[in-house]
């Protein structure tokens, strides 16, 4: 049986080695379907990007990443992946539209509660994801953000589905917590 000291230590050289292992078989596995083969080149290249890229770009990562509630994470994934359907529907029928009913779009600023920066780059991806809806500017305290919007039939409304389909999600996978 392992001393404690003994189990630290190793925890902490494979931190220092492999830093970020789900991130290192997320790389792998996407270098491996990108190229379309499975030769053992292209697994010795998948893993060698596996291991170096989150090791070159450990220092850019402003914090560590915690995620608390993976089952919400799992619901989250699922409803963007239905949101981004949807919406190439939405855009396409707006440019496909006659002139006298073209979309309408807009800017919105929406207010945000979450502070994670994580959660805030999650939410950027979604926002620039998502068709029809663009992150054009977050303020410097970080308590709101302006979105396009291709396709806005009403302001308030728009502003409630970003908050209450994404940002409160993510405040619980990453804060844990529930906007008030």
Request: net charge positive; with cysteine; hydrophobic share 50%.
């Amino acid at each position: 049986m392992k001393r404690p000291m003994q189990r630290r230590m190793e925890r902490r050289w494979q931190r220092r080695w492999l830093p970020s292992p789900l991130l290192s078989l997320a790389l792998l596995a996407l270098w491996l379907l990108l190229n379309g083969s499975l030769g053992a080149g292209q697994w010795l290249m998948g893993a060698l990007l596996g291991w170096a890229v989150p090791l070159l770009t450990m220092s850019l990562r402003p914090t560590p990443v915690h995620i608390r509630k993976p089952g919400v994470a799992l619901q989250l994934l699922l409803r963007v992946g239905l949101d981004v359907i949807v919406w190439n529907w939405r855009v396409l029928r707006g440019t496909m539209a006659p002139a006298s009913r073209l979309p309408e779009g807009g800017f919105v600023t929406v207010p945000l509660d979450l502070r994670d920066p994580n959660g805030l780059a999650v939410l950027a991806a979604i926002m620039c994801v998502i068709p029809g809806t663009v992150w054009s500017e977050l303020a410097l305290d970080r308590s709101a953000l302006l979105v396009h919007v291709f396709d806005m039939q009403d302001a308030d409304a728009e502003v409630q589905l970003i908050k209450t389909r994404y940002e409160q999600p993510l405040m619980q996978i990453f804060e844990g917590r529930v906007a008030a």
